[in-house]
C-alpha cells in the first residue's frame, strides 16, 4: 500500500516503567503539581469532561528510551550524541497501548498516573484491532471482533475519570478501504471503540484517518469515516507514523473536514517530517516508507497551533523506534534503533 507506515510497541506488565515514552523539540512549560487528594475528594477532583486537547500541556515522560539513551550515553562520554538525543527524549510523545486484554487496564492506568502527578496531558494510541496492519511489519491485534471488544473496554477502565486523548487505530480506517480482510466489520468496531471511550467522560478521540498520499478521494474517506464514528469523535488524526510535511496534511486534512461537513477538527503527527518523505517507492532495498534513511524531526509538539480546524501538532510516532525489519539488520517495529534515532535528531 502507497505510504502505508507499521508502527507499535509492546507495553506488558513486567515493562511498566517502559511505558511512557517521550519525543520531540521545544520543551513544553512545565504544568504546576497537582494538590495530592484522597478518598472522596479525590474523586470530586477529577474533572467531569473532557479537558480539550486544544491548549493542553502535553506528558513528556522522563523514563522513556530516549531518556534512557541519553543517560547511558551521558554516562560513557558520548556527550554530544547524548545531546543530539535529548532533542527527542525532552518531547512529549504518544504512548502506544497494545497489550494483551488481561493486562490493557493496568498499563493505561500506569500511563495516566504518570501524567496525572505531572499535571499534563497523556496521548495514548490504541492499537489492537484484529488484523492490524494487515499482517504487515506490525501485523498482530485482538483475536477476533469479541476480543476487542473486551479489549476496548479494558482501556476504557484504565482512564478512570482522568484526562486523555486517544489515537484510535493507525491505519484501520484506510485499511478498510484497501479491501483487508475483515474491513465491514472493522468499521463498526472502531465505531463502538469510539463510543466505549467517549462514555469515559474524559476522553478526547481522534480516529486515525491516514494520510495525504494513501485516500486521495476524501468524499470516499469521508464515507468510511462516518462509519467508524466519526460523528461520536473529537476528531481525525493524520500522518501516523509517516514523513509527509505539515503544509500537505494541513491542506488534505481540511479537505476531508469540508467532505465531513467543514467542522471536524484534527491533528497532524509532525515526529518525523522534517524533511518530508523520501522518493520513490523504495529505498535502499526497502520500502519507502520503513525506516528511510535523511528524515529529521518535524515541528515540535503544540497544542496551540493556530491553524484552522487543527487541535494539536503531536509527535505520535516514537521517533527513534523502528518501523520494521525491512532490510538486513533493522530492529523489529516498535525497537528502540539508537542509531536511526540520530539520525533524526540531525547534527
Not at 505531572?118 to 501485523?139: E, N, T, W
Not at 528502540?336 to 534515532?341: D, H, I, L
Request: aromatic fraction near 6%; charged fraction near 20%.
Amino acid at each position: 500500500m502507497l505510504f502505508s507506515l507499521p508502527r507499535w510497541s509492546v507495553l506488558a506488565l513486567p515493562a511498566v516503567a517502559a511505558l511512557l515514552v517521550s519525543a520531540g523539540c521545544g520543551r513544553p512549560e512545565a504544568a504546576p503539581e497537582p494538590e495530592p487528594t484522597t478518598g472522596a475528594s479525590a474523586e470530586q477532583a477529577r474533572p467531569s469532561a473532557p479537558v480539550p486537547l486544544a491548549g493542553a500541556t502535553l506528558f513528556v515522560d522522563p523514563n522513556g528510551a530516549a531518556a534512557e539513551q541519553v543517560a547511558t550515553w551521558q554516562s560513557a562520554g558520548r556527550t554530544d550524541d547524548a545531546d543530539r538525543i535529548r532533542r527527542i527524549s525532552e518531547q512529549p510523545a504518544a504512548v502506544w497501548i497494545t497489550s494483551d486484554t488481561s493486562q490493557v487496564t493496568a498499563a493505561v492506568d500506569a500511563v495516566l498516573s504518570r501524567a496525572t502527578d505531572a499535571g499534563q496531558m497523556p496521548v495514548l494510541v490504541a492499537y489492537h484491532i484484529p488484523g492490524r496492519d494487515c499482517g504487515s511489519f506490525s501485523g498482530g491485534g485482538a483475536l477476533d471482533g469479541d476480543d476487542y471488544r473486551a479489549w476496548i473496554r479494558g482501556f476504557a477502565a484504565g482512564v478512570d475519570g482522568r484526562p486523555v486523548t486517544v489515537i484510535v487505530e493507525p491505519d484501520a480506517v484506510a485499511h478498510s478501504l484497501d479491501k483487508c480482510d475483515g474491513s465491514s466489520d472493522r468499521l463498526a468496531l472502531l465505531a463502538e471503540a469510539v463510543t466505549v471511550l467517549k462514555q469515559t467522560g474524559t476522553a478526547q478521540v481522534y480516529l486515525d484517518a491516514g494520510h495525504p498520499r494513501w485516500v486521495r478521494d476524501v468524499s470516499r474517506l469521508s464515507t468510511a469515516l462516518r462509519g467508524a464514528g466519526i460523528e461520536q469523535a473529537d476528531g481525525f488524526a493524520l500522518n501516523v507514523s509517516n514523513f509527509i510535511r505539515t503544509s500537505e496534511n494541513v491542506d488534505y486534512g481540511r479537505q476531508l473536514s469540508d467532505a465531513l461537513g467543514g467542522r471536524t477538527r484534527f491533528v497532524v503527527d509532525t515526529s518525523r517530517n522534517g524533511a518530508g518523505p523520501a522518493g520513490g517507492a523504495t529505498v535502499d532495498g526497502g520500502p519507502a516508507w520503513c525506516n528511510p534513511p535523511g528524515r529529521r524531526l518535524g515541528a515540535a509538539p503544540t497544542t496551540s497551533t493556530g491553524l484552522d480546524r487543527v487541535d494539536a501538532l503531536l509527535w505520535i510516532k516514537r521517533p527513534g523506534e523502528s518501523d520494521g525489519a525491512c532490510r538486513p539488520g533493522e530492529p523489529a517495529a516498535g525497537q528502540w534503533w539508537s542509531e536511526y534515532a540520530l539520525q533524526l535528531a540531525g547534527d
